[in-house]
């Protein structure tokens, strides 16, 4: 496997272009926001595609390819996986770029799990008061009802950390700028693979993250499959 290539990030932001015929996530930071990297992929962000990561000079080179599921560098080695099952599935039952379209997968963040080779298994827990408002037992069996809940995640920045015992994982904060997504990310462990936290932040975009253009361009595009 190729080395992480932004292994020297500890904090980083994302903002997420929403389309009908891509769907784009520009990594940022320093000060100037420069923008670091670019994750995009063919087609709204409904559609079943994995994301080509780009980064080097004018953002040219193609370094990895993510899912919400996982990741794999550019010589399709594995990097790790993210299993959004809520516990239904085991890790050995995720393929990196199996992407999140599964009845079994979970819209609740704290429920999923980053799984990198030579670290321990890193489990979500909202990490502020939105968070654990918005995503709880309560919340979870009135949704598995069909019975809409206003929750403080549409409108509030939401954190959710990954972390165990051993490992003090990452954090993902998201929120709404505009009619754009934005997160803002924390790697307190330097071993963990950015590229695995990348993946993480696809799997947000599809699943948990609201804004007005997101849900105007899914309503035009059908569920892919």
């Avoid at 030579?118 to 309560?138: E, H, I, M, Q, S």
């Avoid at 809940?149 to 015992?165: F, I, N, S, W």
């Amino acid at each position: 496997m190729t080395p992480d290539p932004f292994g020297t990030l500890t904090s980083f932001g994302a903002v997420v272009e929403f389309g009908t015929k891509k769907t784009a996530l520009d990594v940022v930071g320093g000060a100037d926001g420069a923008v670091l990297a670019r994750l995009e992929k063919a087609g709204d962000v409904r559609q079943r595609a994995a994301y080509q990561l780009f980064a080097g000079p004018d953002l040219r080179q193609d370094i990895a390819h993510l899912t919400p599921s996982g990741a794999r560098d550019s010589a399709e080695a594995p990097i790790g996986i993210v299993n959004l099952s809520g516990g239904s599935r085991t890790d050995a039952d995720i393929a990196p770029l199996s992407g999140a379209r599964h009845s079994y997968v979970s819209h609740d963040p704290t429920r999923w799990a980053v799984v990198q080779p030579g670290l321990p298994r890193l489990t979500g827990t909202g990490a502020d008061r939105a968070t654990k408002l918005t995503f709880n037992r309560v919340a979870r069996f009135l949704s598995e009802q069909g019975l809409p809940v206003p929750t403080p995640g549409l409108v509030a920045p939401m954190t959710v950390r990954y972390q165990a015992e051993g490992c003090a994982g990452f954090t993902v904060t998201t929120r709404m700028v505009a009619k754009r997504g934005r997160f803002e990310v924390t790697v307190a462990d330097p071993r963990v693979d950015r590229r695995l936290v990348l993946a993480c932040l696809t799997a947000f975009t599809a699943l948990v993250l609201w804004t007005p253009r997101r849900e105007g361009i899914s309503s035009l595009s059908p569920f892919r499959r």
